[in-house]
């Protein structure tokens, strides 16, 4: 198992650029996440994922968008980068179920974005 | 609003000694809380989970306790080693696994 798959590693944009952070999962988990975390900051959600064809919004959405077509992925969507969206992103998914209220969340290693 | 902190300075501490982090929240009613450890360039890796209805919990060199009427968490290392120096995170949670995370405390272990 590769586990959450994140791309691409790192990113440079330009102001009002778009562009799509891939996350995919081999897991077969049904919740995915995408948080965003910066420096001396908690990770803030940003969108989340309950299973495909349904989505929700995190703390601070603003300025994304995503879709969840399959269980294995959940790319998410900057369409206008602005610097305040510079940040590193992480994509997350559990096994989640009625069952099981409180399962770890497995993370990717990241998506480092710049807008400048 | 919902308010985790965590220490803010980093804990330096002597190889073999007990690392303990803290963890506190307030506006908030978690059913569980969970501990992450995040080395630097990776995504966190979770570490423990304990309950509202458990005092203690422990695995290997890890224990976790909560404690619901002060609203905190505390996280112990016991005989520390380089190898633990990393951020830890603690991420309160309510039903339905909507986490909030803290800012983490950075550990550094030295020998």
């Known amino acids: 198992n590769a586990g959450v798959t994140q791309t691409p590693k790192f990113r440079i944009l330009k102001i009002g650029q778009s562009m799509t952070l891939q996350c995919t999962q081999d897991m077969n988990h049904n919740y995915m996440y995408w948080y965003r975390q910066d420096p001396g900051m908690g990770l803030k959600l940003i969108y989340y994922s309950v299973g495909a064809g349904i989505t929700d919004k995190g703390e601070v959405p603003n300025g994304y968008n995503v879709s969840r077509s399959t269980t294995e992925d959940f790319p998410l969507r900057l369409e206008l980068a602005a610097p305040s969206q510079t940040s590193v992103y992480f994509c997350?998914?559990?096994?989640?179920?009625?069952?099981?209220?409180?399962?770890?969340?497995?993370f990717g290693n990241g998506t480092r974005l710049t807008v400048t | 609003s919902q308010k985790i902190e965590q220490n803010s300075e980093a804990l330096n501490i002597q190889e073999g000694k007990t690392a303990t982090l803290t963890c506190n929240y307030t506006?908030?009613?978690?059913?569980?809380l969970q501990w992450y450890r995040q080395d630097p360039g990776r995504g966190p890796v979770f570490l423990l989970l304990i309950r509202e209805n458990e005092k203690e919990k422990r695995k290997e060199r890890l224990k976790v306790t909560f404690d619901t009427t002060l609203k905190q968490s505390l996280f112990h290392i016991t005989a520390s080693q380089p190898a633990d120096s990393a951020t830890y995170l603690c991420a309160p949670g309510e039903y339905g696994n909507k986490l909030v995370f803290g800012a983490g405390t950075i550990l550094r272990v030295k020998s």
């Open positions: 997350a998914s559990t096994p989640l179920d009625r069952a099981a209220v409180n399962s770890p969340l497995h």
């Open positions: 506006n908030y009613s978690p059913a569980y």
